[in-house]
């Protein structure tokens, strides 16, 4: 039996969901679902010749196709986090895309899709997600919306409204409906990084049973067992599972990501060593900032716990050097520092820095306000660390820590800032700071009693104390 979905919508198929399109062709309409179908589940579909080759077919069947201008451009956004700033083609694309929203014909559905494309290219992903959630109140079955709204309130960790937005559209959907169960998937992810841990898993486990290969609600139930502390029943369940998982290619590396952070809660370096090089260190290829952004936090992680992996940063930097004046996001900004510093690039660092800091000086937009508002000190809290100054570092970060979450991502992957100032504690030359760290570590503790790696630190945070 086949998960995958190859029968994509028509015309009239679209219309009859009261989700019409303006375009007169079938097959842009059929691409388009096939668009939407592959980017919602993170895969590529080899009969279309994947996502790049829906979006060409789509385009090609109707240059004119404003929603196809609308998910080309949307796409590129979301995944490459590179804005129109920067990429100057992008913007000639957008100019394109606004021409054709303002076009009489052009339903105010797709007008306001139009907008919110617009606003995330100009940097006010926020305004963009509200926008989205217009759309929805009136079309809660229009998956384009959900998902760039859920992919949005991920990238501003924005926990709540990922859990609620999925919450209200959920009952006008039902199993009938195409691409229902990565709607679950959706919400139990918005469930468990709100701490509803045993409905996280119910909505995770049902979307695996409608469809095994969902990998989005794979990866929700991967945190619900590594927020809850089940490291062996999180390594059991990707093993068991991986040929489902791995059809979801674009999220693959992700959750081989989880996989190898239950290795390193356990304190098995190796095997977490293994998976960034027979997988993630290769994925990462790809160029996709989740990607590069997974390698990163894997190998600073695996730095904290004192392996060397100076070889593996100096291979890495190379998929990041390009990147130093994006700043669409600045949690991707942090994990690109990480590289420079672990690579020992001294001038890609302060390129990067010096970039950030013109951007707080004369930039706009939401990632501009959390940028100046905690960004900043999260990359030079890092930068100190890097230079032994740990004691600075812990200054620094230490007012900021409740603040992290607004530069997005998951509870899972901003963990690495907490370990961050455990470590940075632990390692300052002031008594103050072990205290924290020792604080640190049992509040750590309260949160996920089976914690290995909390264990050891504590027993390091002892030794400091008796000292």
């Known amino acids: 039996m086949s998960y995958l979905h190859t029968h ?16 007169t062709s079938n097959e842009a309409a059929k691409m388009y679902d096939a668009t939407v179908t592959q980017h919602t589940g993170w895969y590529d579909e080899p009969s279309v010749g994947g996502i790049e080759g829906s979006l060409s077919k789509m385009i090609t069947a109707d240059p004119d196709f404003v929603m196809g201008h609308v998910l080309s451009c949307g796409l590129d956004l979301i995944s490459s986090g590179v804005g129109i700033h920067v990429d100057h083609a992008l913007k000639q694309r957008m100019e394109t895309l606004e021409s054709l929203a303002n076009k009489s014909n052009v339903s105010y559905r797709e007008k306001l899709h139009a907008k919110a494309v617009k606003q995330w290219a100009e940097g006010s992903t926020a305004e963009a997600c509200l926008t989205w959630e217009d759309i929805l109140i009136e079309h809660p079955t229009d998956m384009f919306a959900v998902k760039m709204a859920h992919d949005s309130y991920f990238y501003l960790g924005y926990q709540a409204q990922m859990r609620d937005s999925i919450a209200r559209v959920l009952p006008h959907w039902n199993e009938k409906k195409p691409l229902y169960s990565y709607l679950q998937g959706m919400y139990a992810f918005g469930l468990v990084e709100t701490g509803f841990y045993s409905e996280a ?9 409608l469809n095994p290969i969902d990998c989005w609600s794979t990866h929700a139930e991967a945190h619900v067992l590594e927020m809850q502390g089940r490291q062996d029943d999180g390594i059991s369940f990707l093993s068991k599972t991986i040929d489902n998982w791995t059809m979801g290619a674009m999220l ?9 952070v239950y290795h390193i809660e356990k304190g098995e370096h190796q095997a977490a060593l293994d998976i960034f090089d027979e997988e993630v260190g290769k994925r990462c290829h790809s160029g996709a900032m989740l990607d590069l952004v997974d390698a990163s936090s894997l190998l600073y992680r695996l730095q904290m716990e004192g392996v060397d992996v100076t070889s593996r ?11 130093p004046d994006d700043h669409i996001l600045v949690f991707n900004d942090v994990h690109m520092l990480m590289c420079t510093l672990g690579a020992k690039n001294e001038d890609a660092t302060l390129k990067l820095l010096g970039s950030l800091r013109d951007f707080i000086r004369d930039g706009s937009g ?10 900043l000190a999260i990359c030079e809290a890092f930068e100190q660390a890097d230079k032994g100054k740990f004691d600075n570092a812990v200054e620094i970060l230490k007012p900021a820590r409740y603040k992290v979450v607004t530069i997005g991502g998951s509870n899972a992957q901003r963990d690495v800032f907490n370990l961050f100032l455990i470590h940075a504690a632990l390692n300052s030359p002031k008594k103050q700071h072990h205290q924290l760290a020792r604080s640190l570590l049992t509040e750590r503790k309260a949160k996920k009693n089976n914690a290995p790696m909390t264990d050891r630190l504590m027993a390091q945070a ?6």
């Open 8 to 23: 994509w919508r028509d015309l009239d198929a679209w219309k009859g969901e009261g989700l019409p399109l303006t375009t």
């Open 201 to 209: 898993e119910k909505h995770a486990l049902k979307a695996l049973q």
């Open 252 to 260: 693959a590396c992700h959750n081989y990501w989880h996989w190898a």
């Open 313 to 323: 940063w100096k291979e890495l930097f190379h998929l990041w050097e390009s990147h």
């Open 366 to 375: 939401t990632n501009w306000e959390i940028s100046k508002d905690v960004g």
């Open 462 to 467: 002892l030794a400091l104390h008796a000292e």
